[in-house]
């Protein structure tokens, strides 16, 4: 993932260099700082973004007027610096101002605590101008579409494939394989495109996603590794993944410690990996959508995936940058998204199935029993489950967790394994004193 950094300022090479250097994990191949319309900005990038940050660096230098080009969360125009985030928030964007009132801002939070205290995360769809956030993008219920299911999926189908021979970026690229519908159906996209396909499945022994995993690997024939862990492994790295995500909340970290893990093994194999995260929210996988009546099921899926950059998105970021990876979602591109957004609530939950209409779509492209496949929570299918929870339990009493779940800014921890958390990212982020950029898992 490519890493920026900041101020609204001259002369700023050596603090920029810092950030920078704070956040070098998100690429270690290049990096440049760079002077222009009064800011001092440096960017860094993984090699197989290189050819388009050189080219884009090299244009921006040589040109003083507008240029059509968005790097991940700056742009310029005229004499100004713009900085925005995408529709749905894949890439992370903070800022602030500093002792002086200058503009401030990263990719990171940790990045941004070297040039001040103050952090404020700029929302999805939104631009930062000066320090004004505009919003350019809303998502909203639209004209539904109302062709026959078998016309929805043909389209459906071929929108997923264009994006991602879109979003391959070489002959070798990864997929994360957790053996759901989701991962799968992205994984037989990935795989009719690419020479060399790597998929990478985590789990404890005999966890379902392993199973599955295999399965689908095996049809599409791709180079499958799987990574057995036990409680000891997530153990160790709870401080890592805390650090690179940046969060408490409970069920993100449950999750990102297994995409954690599961993303340093791809690091050894590809610099690139495909994802399949936002198709249950765009398309209803969660089981408790079904009891919320049709009518409703749209603002619901709007109001989760609204949330995404704070939870989902969040946790496939931080865990590939943390080695240097380059992550697609091909459900978060507008072209995917929007089309989705407007398929009619009945033809996502149908006879009880959730995610029907993407079900059917891929009939014949993937096992049978991975299509009827029920979802589970990453960390449900990966055999988690209450492993962590109990851990907690056993080293945190009854007794420090109600002296302690009320947190200074008001917020009540809900478990003590949200407390064990919590005593991780105060290690690491102790100098913050508000965290209202930091979003939490719904209910």
Request: a negative charge.
């Amino acid at each position: 993932m490519i890493g920026i950094a900041g101020i609204a300022e001259t002369g700023k090479s050596d603090l920029v260099n810092e950030m920078l250097q704070t956040i070098a994990h998100r690429g270690d191949y290049g990096k440049k700082i760079i002077e222009k319309n009064h800011t001092t900005v440096g960017f860094i990038w993984s090699k197989n973004q290189s050819q388009q940050m050189e080219t884009y660096i090299d244009q921006l230098l040589r040109s003083d007027t507008y240029l059509n080009k968005k790097i991940e969360g700056v742009e310029f125009k005229d004499k100004e610096i713009i900085l925005f985030r995408d529709e749905l928030g894949v890439f992370p964007l903070y800022y602030g101002l500093d002792a002086n009132k200058n503009l401030c801002f990263a990719s990171e939070v940790k990045a941004l605590l070297k040039a001040t205290p103050e952090i404020n995360e700029l929302q999805p769809g939104h631009r930062l101008i000066g320090n004004k956030p505009q919003e350019y993008f809303r998502l909203e219920s639209e004209m539904l579409d109302e062709r026959s299911p078998e016309e929805i999926a043909t389209e459906l189908k071929s929108r997923i494939e264009n994006v991602v021979k879109r979003q391959i970026g070489s002959d070798t690229v990864g997929s994360w394989l957790s053996g759901g519908l989701d991962s799968s159906v992205i994984a037989s996209m990935v795989r009719k495109n690419v020479k060399n396909h790597h998929t990478f499945s985590i789990g404890v022994k005999d966890a379902p996603d392993l199973l599955y995993a295999k399965e689908v690997a095996n049809f599409l024939k791709t180079e499958h590794h799987q990574l057995f862990v036990t409680i000891k492994d997530l153990i160790e790295v709870l401080p890592r993944v805390i650090y690179h995500l940046e969060s408490f909340d409970a069920l993100l970290v449950r999750s990102s410690v297994m995409n954690y893990l599961v993303a340093r093994l791809s690091s050894s194999f590809v610099s690139e990996v495909f994802s399949g995260e936002v198709g249950d929210e765009i398309f209803a996988g969660y089981h408790y959508l079904k009891t919320i009546p049709e009518e409703e099921l749209s603002g619901e899926l709007i109001d989760i995936t609204n949330r995404l950059h704070n939870t989902a998105l969040q946790r496939v970021d931080r865990c590939a940058a943390a080695f240097g990876l380059t992550v697609h979602v091909p459900f978060a591109d507008p072209d995917i998204f929007e089309f989705a957004l407007k398929i009619p609530a009945r033809y996502k939950i149908y006879n009880g199935l959730e995610k029907w209409i993407l079900r059917k779509a891929f009939e014949g492209e993937l096992p049978q029993n991975v299509l009827i496949r029920p979802k589970e929570k990453f960390w449900q299918g990966a055999g988690v489950g209450q492993l962590l929870a109990d851990y907690a339990s056993n080293i945190i009493t009854d007794q420090d967790f109600n002296s302690k779940k009320l947190l200074p800014n008001g917020w009540i921890l809900n478990s003590k394994e949200e407390l064990m958390y919590y005593n991780i990212f105060r290690n690491h982020f102790g100098s913050v004193k508000s965290l209202d950029w930091m979003g939490r898992t719904k209910n």
